[in-house]
């Protein structure tokens, strides 16, 4: 997640001077801005393909609607074709540190109120920038005063941003803090390293963060033109999708976008491409850490050429699980833990990435060499009909499900608007379509290749192999008259009031006890989301049972019925369906999706999965080194040790209880120790539905779904009896917890401050509120506004609220990730901002924004037919309706300030948090003594 900022090239071009103190204040806005001008010229029909109409403005502003009444909810993106491809030497990063200035304001917004209306409106939010592009998106409730909103602030600080000193001065330490971040994850590292192994010349070799170096020292200057000469509307594309009035929106952005001048400079092509490898290159990089990596990198065509289509099959025929050739040929033999794959389509040259993690006592050598004799000796073992089929439908349920989300879809266009065009968004999907095996043949001939590999050091050959790197196409000769498919049918206009829901959801028991929501309603691509809980055992019988819980669960998609994991991963890509399923240990989750046509195969299938599961024996030894594996790579993560030492703090349950915290190596013993015929034991006497409860939410037919709901699941029962573990309220002691972690740039805070409280208390309300002010929602609230906007210590801050419902046991949290030797800031910022909060209160301004957004979350929340389901389920076990959440939120509405203050004078005791500080916290000292013994020394020989 980054959020970035602007640059003011283009006042130069144009001829516009800056101030000759161009540091704190921004540029004059040039005559012609939307505050300046007339109205501009009508938009310009282009081209519609598959329900997404293309309009243009006169200065040169792309625009696209894709509108979809079936979900109350609008997105508004917009694309700057500008990323780290597009800086020069010494300015790397700046794409990505403009993209945090953006959110700094303009003289009309000032910056907090950018990130006060995100708030208040409950918007979600962010800014991205890669390679080629950077973009901008606000997802909200639909309503015509958002969108307005939403419209005329992006065009405001399209050309009227601040990009002054004193911000860029606040943000160099939060994208410092970012980077070190990212240093913390060996297989982000790594692939820094082998893409810059694998390009010389080309941008595409830097990380978008940038050099620290670069981003310490860029000058503000070359930030303001870098501004001014990308971020203008002939470089832009505006994506609106969801719920909206078209013919409305279009005058919207007429008005607030068509004002803005076509620039007179013109932009350059980049041109610098790298010479096609001429040979294998190999790197290792070593750094403390318990989980090993074995990565393959291999340069591929431009992401619109035909060959990146098949390039993508390639990938998912050899990196898949459970179906690739890299996972048989490694998890299954158990040389690896697990792989993956993912091709870099760009603009320009990208390429492919093939990853396998390994545990500590596997063989980087023995797992080096099969993946290179699985990828690069395809003409040896031809790819297979099966094989494309599988990819292909794989791919094409992708496609489908990012078209039947709007969010998702709308901010997926970016990608191909940086490539060229974002009509490739539909031509790809047909590329694959029709692509054949010899398509993907030739493709894996040609680009997997020794001499097209990175895997670190350079190999010398005396007869060198080279890949044929096509160019890119011309992408508006390959759209154009371009017309695509069916548009895809759009769903009703739902309400999703809590009245609404109720007044349309149907509630039945099962003969078994098993308690059923049924919510139809016409959606976008027909789907059906559904959510299942089986609850399970009680205090005395899940003694000792954790472990086994957890790997029961984790089984059951690993074989079923008569259906392998791979048949059954096959059988769901069949049925466009999603399938997850995960246990702790009490209770099984799964939830689903798929398509109105396919429910009745799909139920069926879970069916299997929950009820007949063959707990493979391969399987679950594949299964215990993933986990094993991955909790040796935890163990060595900041916030999950300063998590984990939360979380184990003042839990005084005995060893083997289900509510007791184990610590890492106890875990990872325990995995060690599990057999499989426990598990099983497990399942067969704790699996059953008579406690469990169903929820189904979406395009569906409720007799169907009811009677057949029945057979599946109503006659299946538990042997073992179900009662309830409770949670009572405990009295904790305080701590301050310092935990060292070597060699990891970045360090951890978490915090949790134990309340005796439960959803039904009357202080709930004033303390959701209470806790929205302090690190509630994204960039604003108090945590982040100190911590990030003022010391510029922090990337990430805020806070959480945990209140359960059965019982007393909640929490008040807080984390944050900084610099190890900003350690004493972090401390005191939050030290500062809690002891503020508990003196003075919150403001009615910051109360009326609180209550905005977290109406305004809740409302969107119902929109996503995912959560609503899992909100039935949970509301059927706790023999609660609709009426309790509209009740809630009532009562949050009439919620003064005066019972805020006084609820946060009640509850939030600093005296009483339990704190953790996890970072390398030694280096970070001795790195302070050596710069003040410097100091001193240069001090001394100046003097003499």
Aim: hydrophobic share 40%; aromatic share 8%; no cysteine.
């Amino acid at each position: 997640m980054r959020f970035t900022p602007l640059s003011l090239a283009l006042a130069l071009s144009l001829g516009f001077a800056l101030p000759t103190a161009a540091a704190d204040a921004p540029a004059a806005p040039p005559a012609g801005t939307p505050a300046a001008q007339a109205p501009a010229a009508a938009p310009t029909k282009l081209s519609s393909v598959e329900g997404i109409t293309e309009y243009r403005l006169a200065n040169g502003l792309r625009v696209l609607l894709a509108p979809d009444a079936s979900k109350p909810t609008t997105t508004v993106n917009i694309t700057y074709l500008v990323g780290s491809r597009h800086e020069n030497y010494g300015e790397t990063g700046m794409a990505h540190l403009l993209e945090h200035l953006v959110f700094k304001g303009t003289p009309s917004l000032p910056g907090k109120s950018i990130v006060e209306n995100f708030a208040k409106r409950g918007m979600r939010y962010n800014g991205t920038t890669w390679y080629d592009r950077t973009n901008y998106y606000e997802t909200f409730a639909a309503s015509e005063d958002n969108l307005d909103w939403a419209l005329k602030m992006e065009a405001d600080r399209m050309v009227n941003s601040f990009i002054a000193r004193s911000d860029l001065e606040s943000e160099f330490s939060v994208v410092r803090n970012e980077m070190e971040s990212g240093e913390n994850n060996p297989t982000r590292i790594l692939m820094q390293q082998m893409a810059a192994s694998a390009y010389q010349w080309h941008n595409y070799g830097k990380s978008t963060i940038g050099a620290r170096t670069d981003v310490e020292n860029v000058k503000i200057e070359n930030l303001q033109a870098f501004y001014r000469n990308y971020y203008q509307p002939d470089n832009a594309t505006l994506t609106v999708t969801g719920k909206f009035d078209e013919a409305k929106t279009l005058a919207k952005i007429a008005q607030h976008f068509g004002s803005i001048p076509k620039p007179a400079r013109k932009l350059q092509d980049t041109y610098t491409l790298d010479p096609q490898q001429d040979g294998a290159r190999e790197l290792t990089i070593t750094r403390v850490g318990d989980t090993q990596i074995v990565a393959a990198l291999y340069h591929m065509a431009p992401g619109a050429h035909p060959d990146a289509a098949a390039m993508s099959l390639l990938a998912q025929i050899m990196g898949d699980t459970p179906t690739g050739r890299l996972h048989k040929a490694l998890v299954e033999k158990k040389k690896v833990a697990g792989v993956w794959a993912y091709p870099f389509s760009l603009k320009e040259p990208g390429y492919t990435l093939f990853v396998a993690d390994l545990n500590k006592t596997q063989s980087r050598e023995e797992a080096r060499k099969i993946i290179l004799a699985e990828l690069e000796n395809v003409a040896k073992q031809p790819i297979t009909e099966a094989e494309l089929k599988r990819a292909k439908t794989a791919l094409l349920n992708g496609y489908e499900k990012a078209m039947s989300d709007p969010v998702a879809f709308g901010v997926a266009l970016s990608e191909e608007i940086a490539k060229g065009d974002w009509r490739l968004f539909f031509l790809q999907r047909d590329q694959i379509e029709a692509a054949t095996v010899a398509d993907v043949q030739r493709v894996a001939e040609n680009y997997l290749r020794e001499s097209n590999r990175t895997l670190g050091q350079f190999v010398p050959t005396d007869k060198p192999q080279r890949a044929a790197i096509p160019g890119a196409p011309d992408v508006q000769k390959l759209v154009e008259g371009y017309k695509g498919k069916a548009a895809m049918a759009e769903g009703e206009s739902f309400d999703p009031s809590p009245a609404n829901i109720e007044s349309r959801t149907t509630r039945l028991t099962l003969g078994n006890g098993m308690q059923v929501a049924l919510l139809p309603k016409k959606t976008r691509g027909n789907t059906v989301n559904g959510s299942i809980t089986l609850r399970m055992g009680d205090e005395k019988s899940l003694f000792g049972q954790s472990t086994n819980a957890e790997l029961a669960g984790a089984m059951l998609q690993r074989g079923a019925g008569k259906l392998s994991r791979q048949e059954l991963a096959d059988k769901l890509e069949e049925l466009k369906a999603k399938l997850s399923v995960s246990a702790s240990a009490t209770q099984v989750r799964v939830g689903f999706e798929t398509r109105r046509d396919k429910l009745p195969e799909l139920l069926a299938v879970i069916r299997d999965v929950l009820r007949s599961p063959t707990f493979p024996a391969a399987e679950f030894e594949s299964l215990r080194t993933e986990s094993i594996t991955g909790l040796e790579e935890q163990m060595r993560q900041p916030e999950a040790v300063a998590q984990k030492a939360v979380e184990k703090h003042g839990n005084n349950y005995p060893k083997g209880d289900v509510r007791a915290s184990m610590s890492f190596d106890e875990a990872i013993a325990s995995y060690k120790a599990a057999k499989l015929a426990d598990a099983k034991a497990f399942y067969s006497r704790f699996y059953g539905a008579q406690n469990g409860q169903l929820a189904l939410v979406g395009d569906f037919d409720k007799a169907e779904a009811e009677a057949q709901l029945k057979q599946l699941f109503g006659d299946w029962k538990a042997k073992a009896a179900y009662q309830r573990v409770e949670m009572p309220f405990v009295v904790t002691k305080p701590a301050a917890l310092t935990l060292e972690t070597p060699d990891k740039a970045n360090a951890a805070y978490i915090a949790s401050l134990p309340l005796k409280l439960a959803d039904t208390s009357p202080d709930l309300q004033a303390l959701q509120l209470a806790t929205r002010v302090l690190g509630g929602g994204a960039l604003k609230n108090r945590l982040m506004d100190r911590l990030r906007q003022k010391e510029g210590i922090s990337y990430g801050a805020g806070s959480w609220l945990s209140v359960p419902s059965l019982d007393d046991d909640a929490s008040l949290g807080m984390y944050a990730i900084y610099a190890p030797q900003n350690l004493d800031k972090l401390k005191n910022g939050v030290a500062e901002e809690i002891a503020k909060l508990v003196k003075e209160g919150v403001t009615e301004q910051e109360l009326s924004d609180a209550k905005s957004g977290l109406l305004q979350e809740a409302t969107m929340g119902r929109t996503q037919d995912a959560r609503l389901a899992g909100a039935l389920a949970g509301q059927l076990y706790l023999k609660r309706t609709m009426a309790f959440t509209a009740d809630a939120e009532a009562k949050l509405k009439a919620t003064t300030l005066e019972q805020v203050n006084a609820a946060i004078k009640r509850y939030v005791d600093p005296e009483k948090l339990v704190q953790a500080w996890a970072g390398d916290f030694a280096n970070a000292a001795k790195k302070a003594a050596e710069a003040k013994k410097a100091e001193e020394q240069k001090k001394t020989a100046s003097a003499q």
